[in-house]
């Protein structure tokens, strides 16, 4: 079972970054999948959240307008574009998937970095 991370890097304040998540050993369609982060000495953040089937989505407020989430479960795969980019947006970024009804991430990402930084 996998979720891997990828398309962090270093960005100016106002640009856009898309990451993606790849899922393998797993039935990535039967899971919603979020996007979580964590700021340099702060605690974990949940950033967004798509249903299995992307039917719905939900974003915290400090990334609402500026983030998309989306998902292809062709693809096994759930991305994150994060356009407008700010400073307080730096954070490595986890991806992770679970199962409703089912308390918690069943699984997650090793993480991708994401700084913004002029």
């Known amino acids: 079972v996998q979720l891997v991370e990828s398309g962090g890097g270093l960005v100016q304040p106002g640009g856009s970054l898309r990451l993606s998540c790849a899922a393998s050993g797993f039935t990535f369609s039967g899971h919603y999948a979020s996007w979580v982060r964590q700021a340099p000495g702060k605690g974990l953040e949940w950033v967004s959240t798509?249903?299995?089937?992307?039917?719905?989505?939900a974003y915290v407020d400090s990334v609402k307008g500026r983030f998309t989430i989306s998902r292809d479960n062709a693809k096994n795969t759930v991305y994150l574009q994060m356009n407008s980019l700010k400073s307080e947006d730096t954070a490595l970024y986890y991806c992770?998937?679970?199962?409703?009804?089912?308390?918690?991430?069943?699984?997650w990402g090793q993480g991708t970095q994401v700084t913004v930084s002029s």
């Open positions: 992770a998937a679970g199962l409703g009804g089912v308390p918690g991430y069943t699984y």
């Open positions: 798509v249903y299995s089937d992307g039917s719905r989505t």
